[in-house]
């Protein structure tokens, strides 16, 4: 049975929020589909954390 692949990092561009998954893969979406993210400021962005087993 397959896996789900697990987040170990996630990084914010300008206008775009990056998750790095384990196996290598990077999966990247628009800021805008987050208001909360779009809105906070660079500071709160950093103050992250995965949740569970990412």
Do not use: K
Not at 4 to 12: G, K, L, N, Y
Not at 17 to 36: F, N, T
């Amino acid at each position: 049975m397959p896996t789900s692949p697990i987040a170990t990092e996630v990084r914010f561009g300008e206008h775009t929020l990056h998750v790095l998954l384990e196996d290598g893969r990077e999966i990247s979406a628009p800021l805008a589909w987050y208001p909360r993210l779009r809105d906070a400021t660079p500071q709160a962005r950093a103050n992250w954390r995965l949740n569970g087993r990412g």
